[in-house]
């Protein structure tokens, strides 16, 4: 099924060491997006991949920067994770103007935690 | 831009009672409008969307949600709530010129025996 995955499930990382996340689709959908999630809190949008043109939010720390080295693939950078980025990291992706019709696709998100 | 409310943070309701959602929007023009779910640990799952046409719409898992434009609410509805039911609500809302869709702050709903 065509999908869109996120690895690790859940990723320990210390203060202050960089830690990379990772989501991978299958759906051929040219926009991608990550949002942060903190608990009980509306997911926050933090970036997105129009095709390779990155788009960053105006309130995103620069702690956190993303790559998309092709279609598939796109990975959030957390340059230096504080206590207060511990959170759920959620991927999706769309088909540009469609995902406002048809909605976003979401993988299972990886729940970070800093120590 | 557009933005959304979800004026309820924490529901609950018995197994097999009716549930209803609030959600009401912020936007100039004819809103796209959609609900999410999410389970413990997961991602949100697309419920029913609503962009054009009747203003009842139906989804997944037998929920159902109506846009009322006068009120400027889409509220989410299920007749009678299953056990597995229980998770965390989103409504979210997008504008026709673009593609970025704004959350609420979520609902969640537990479900007693």
């Known amino acids: 099924d065509a999908m869109v995955i996120q690895n690790p499930r859940y990723q320990v990382t210390q203060f202050g060491k960089p830690v990379t996340l990772s989501c991978s689709q299958t759906?051929?959908?040219?926009?991608m997006y990550w949002y942060q999630q903190k608990s009980s809190q509306a997911p926050k949008l933090l970036f997105h991949y129009y095709d390779k043109d990155f788009n960053n939010e105006a309130d995103t720390p620069d702690n956190f920067q993303s790559r998309r080295p092709n279609t598939s693939f796109c990975f959030l950078d957390i340059r230096s994770p504080g206590l207060g980025d511990a959170a759920m990291y959620l991927c999706a992706t769309s088909r540009a103007l469609e995902g406002i019709i048809r909605g976003y696709t979401f993988g299972s998100g990886t729940r970070l935690t800093v120590v | 831009a557009q933005s959304v409310t979800q004026p309820d943070i924490h529901i609950t309701v018995s197994e097999g009672a009716s549930l209803e959602l609030r959600c009401n929007y912020s936007y100039g023009a004819t809103p796209y409008l959609f609900w999410y779910v999410q389970s413990p640990g997961q991602g949100l799952q697309l419920l029913l969307k609503?962009?054009?046409?009747?203003?009842l719409v139906q989804g997944i898992k037998g929920f159902e949600a109506e846009f009322k434009r006068s009120q400027s609410s889409f509220n989410l509805r299920k007749p009678s709530v299953h056990w597995s039911d229980a998770a965390e609500y989103f409504c979210a809302v997008g504008a026709s010129n673009d593609y970025k869709l704004s959350f609420g702050a979520g609902t969640t709903v537990t479900v007693r025996a």
């Open positions: 759906l051929n959908h040219n926009v």
């Open positions: 609503y962009f054009s046409g009747d203003t």
